[in-house]
Every structure is written in structure tokens, then in C-alpha cells.
């Protein structure tokens, strides 16, 4: 689907009147005007793809744009904390001699599986997110998330099998 022409001419008018503005009013809300400028620029593509066609154009993607910072910013938090929590060990009260031979087989054998599988299992089991919601931190489909996740058990299930020998 495409813009129609009225839709196109609003985006020109603002891109003549209100561009500046709306970054500068993103740029402000999230503090990184490289960002707000790519955000505004991504809520000027969905409304010229025909996704939307607001009252308020600027407004609109004034907060389309402050919110794609943020739903990042989550994204990013949640990814770094599914990570943390498979790959750091540095917990003060933490000794090597405490750790399960199991626990670190499987710290050992994630770290062997592809990126992908490796971040849809840990955002799935690690972090209890449901497939959707992996779906959509890693921005892939959910039946993507599904074959990551049964060929990284795959993978996990015969690495494992392998050390238990």
C-alpha cells in the first residue's frame, strides 16, 4: 500500500515546517539526536507506506519516533540481561567449586550454539519471555523463533549427550 497524494503533501509540509522541531522534541525526550533523527525518518516511512495516516502529523510521529527509541532501549536491556545472565558469572558470593558440573556443561554448550539459537533460547528459558514476545525483542516470526528454539535443543541435547560420555 502506498500514501496518497494528500497523504504525500502533508509529509512534505511537514518536512518543510516541522522536521526540525520534531527531532529537536525527540532528540530532547531521549538524549541522542542521531537517534531521534532515524526515528523521526522511520515514522516518516510508515506514514508514507501507507500504515497510517494521522490528524496530528507531527505530533504523531513526534511520539512514533520517542517510542521506537524506547521499545530499543527495552529491547536492548533485555537482550543484555538474557546474555548476562548465561554468560557472566562473576557473582561475588559465587565460587567455582559451588557450580553444578550440569550448570556449567550448559553455560558451556549455549555458548557453542549459533547467535540466533543462542538468543532465542535464552530470551525463551532463561528469561521466561513467551515465543511472541522473543518474536518480537529479536524482530523475526514466531515460527522463526520455533525453529531456533527446536534445533538449539537439538544442538544442546547432543553437546550434552556428548559430555556425559
Request: glycine content about 6%.
Amino acid at each position: 500500500m502506498t500514501a496518497t497524494a494528500a497523504t504525500r503533501e502533508r509529509v512534505a509540509a511537514f518536512l518543510d515546517s516541522d522536521y526540525a522541531r520534531a527531532v529537536g522534541a525527540v532528540a530532547l525526550a531521549t538524549g541522542d539526536r542521531q537517534r531521534a533523527e532515524d526515528a523521526v525518518q522511520d515514522a516518516i516511512v510508515t506514514t508514507l507506506s501507507g500504515d497510517a495516516e494521522p490528524e496530528n502529523l507531527a505530533g504523531w510521529i513526534t511520539v512514533v519516533a520517542i517510542n521506537s527509541i524506547r521499545q530499543q532501549w527495552r529491547r536492548g536491556k533485555a537482550q543484555r540481561r538474557a546474555y548476562l545472565r548465561v554468560v557472566t558469572w562473576d557473582d561475588p558470593g559465587d565460587d567455582e567449586s559451588q557450580r553444578t558440573v550440569d550448570t556449567i556443561a550448559v553455560h558451556d554448550a549455549l555458548a557453542e550454539l549459533p547467535e540466533r539459537q543462542r538468543a532465542a533460547m535464552v530470551l525463551h528459558y532463561l528469561e521466561g519471555l513467551s515465543v511472541a514476545e522473543t518474536a518480537r525483542l529479536l524482530e523475526v516470526s514466531e515460527g522463526t523463533v520455533k525453529t531456533q528454539l527446536s534445533r538449539g535443543r537439538a544442538a544442546l541435547g547432543a553437546m550434552l549427550d556428548r559430555e556425559a560420555v
